[in-house]
């Protein structure tokens, strides 16, 4: 394919990306309310939150967490004699935004190997 007719196809969707992008900026989209309210820059938890209540602001609710000594989310600290590490890593998914801490996927995750036996 010549480059000179792939450049005049890509330069519609460039101009429409574009103006897109420039509508959506001038009209403010989309709307911050509040600003991310945490002691650390970037996704961290701060360590030791003891059934400290979280605001759910999208369900208008609160949820408790609890972190250990390493800001990672557990009611306890990790069981240093134990076989097993398994520590997973990722998003508000992982932390488990708005639910209790039993609720969170690590902490089932903990369960279902418990209860399998490992």
Same mark, same amino acid.
Not at 21 to 35: C, F, G, M, Q, V
């Given at each position: 394919m010549n480059f000179r007719k792939l450049a005049y196809a890509l330069i519609p969707l460039i101009v429409i990306f574009v103006v897109t992008e420039i509508?959506?900026?001038?009209?403010?989209?989309?709307?911050i309310t509040a600003a991310f309210e945490h002691k650390e820059p970037f996704w961290a938890v701060d360590?030791? @939150?003891?059934?400290?209540?979280?605001? @759910?602001?999208e369900e208008g609710r609160s949820f408790l967490v609890n972190t250990n000594e390493d800001g990672l989310r557990t009611a @306890?600290?990790?069981?240093l004699d134990s076989d097993w590490k398994i520590m997973t890593m990722g998003c508000s998914t992982t932390f488990g935004w708005g639910v209790g801490n039993a609720e969170a996927y690590?902490?089932?995750?903990?369960y279902y190997i418990k209860t399998q036996g490992y």
């Amino acid at each position: 394919m010549n480059f000179r007719k792939l450049a005049y196809a890509l330069i519609p969707l460039i101009v429409i990306f574009v103006v897109t992008e420039i509508s959506l900026r001038a009209l403010d989209w989309p709307k911050i309310t509040a600003a991310f309210e945490h002691k650390e820059p970037f996704w961290a938890v701060d360590p030791n @939150h003891k059934k400290e209540s979280f605001p @759910h602001k999208e369900e208008g609710r609160s949820f408790l967490v609890n972190t250990n000594e390493d800001g990672l989310r557990t009611a @306890h600290s990790a069981d240093l004699d134990s076989d097993w590490k398994i520590m997973t890593m990722g998003c508000s998914t992982t932390f488990g935004w708005g639910v209790g801490n039993a609720e969170a996927y690590p902490s089932r995750l903990e369960y279902y190997i418990k209860t399998q036996g490992y």
